[in-house]
């Protein structure tokens, strides 16, 4: 019997790796996952991978040095290489390119086509079943729901119901960790937490959400004013707080 391709997602962000575990739930691959370049660095000495699945900003570095250091490593060549991140330059595309990255994926991307590539990469296919229906809470409104479900889960509502609700337990540590960084000055962290929400809320179809976290991840890497960047964190709290509010 043929082993199961073994696949590491290198991602900070829970509620991403929580979809992308979703989507590759019934593929016959072994996912195995990290949430910095050290842990990924470990993984990959422990055991062979097929595919690594790389998110580019990461807590301790950017995940493209890693890439250059693989290529470099005999016996690396096998491993096929995914990029899935948000906003990716075309300058960081070439990069990829010439260092044979199988695919960039752009975040945040409907589950069908993460599917697709995996199964290209790793040079399998099989069936995807549907995720097992959870209850829907009346968080979302019901054409924002349908949106996300439409444009990022390849129409099925219970595998986007079920990653809301993994959403919901996530939020509130995204929200304290944006606090914190507000609290503490630290641009770094700051542009880290809004950075992965800009991606989360796009997956469950807040557009206001989306554009206001991919606006103060852009202030925070320019090094703008804290005080404004704390006045625009505190908007994107207010939303992100209403959406964990139980439903009535």
């Not at 073994?6 to 979703?22: C, Q, T």
């Not at 040095?65 to 330059?89: C, D, K, N, T, W």
């Not at 807040?206 to 964190?233: C, I, K, N, V, Y």
């Amino acid at each position: 019997m043929t082993p199961p391709s073994r696949v590491l997602l290198l991602e900070d962000d829970a509620s991403i790796r929580r979809f992308v575990g979703m989507a590759l739930a019934e593929l016959p691959i072994e996912l195995v996952e990290a949430r910095s370049i050290a842990e990924a660095w470990e993984q990959l000495g422990r055991q062979d991978v097929d595919l690594f699945i790389s998110d580019l900003m990461l807590p301790d570095g950017n995940a493209m040095h890693m890439f250059h250091a693989l290529r470099e490593q005999p016996g690396s060549s096998a491993m096929q290489v995914v990029i899935f991140s948000a906003g990716v330059s075309a300058a960081t595309r070439e990069l990829a390119a010439e260092l044979g990255v199988f695919r960039v994926l752009d975040k945040p991307v409907p589950y069908l086509d993460l599917v697709a590539c995996v199964e290209q990469a790793i040079g399998g296919a099989s069936p995807l079943s549907l995720a097992q229906a959870v209850v829907l809470t009346d968080s979302l409104p019901a054409t924002q729901r349908q949106r996300a479900i439409d444009d990022h889960f390849g129409g099925q509502a219970a595998l986007f119901d079920e990653f809301l609700a993994s959403c919901l337990a996530q939020l509130p540590a995204d929200v304290d960790a944006g606090d914190q960084a507000c609290a503490t000055q630290d641009a770094g962290a700051l542009r880290r937490v809004a950075h992965n929400l800009k991606s989360v809320l796009q997956l469950i179809g807040s557009t206001e959400g989306h554009a206001m976290a991919r606006r103060l991840e852009h202030a925070a890497a320019e090094g703008q004013a804290f005080a404004a960047m704390t006045s625009d964190w505190g908007q994107i709290r207010a939303l992100v707080k209403s959406l964990c509010r139980p439903a009535a």
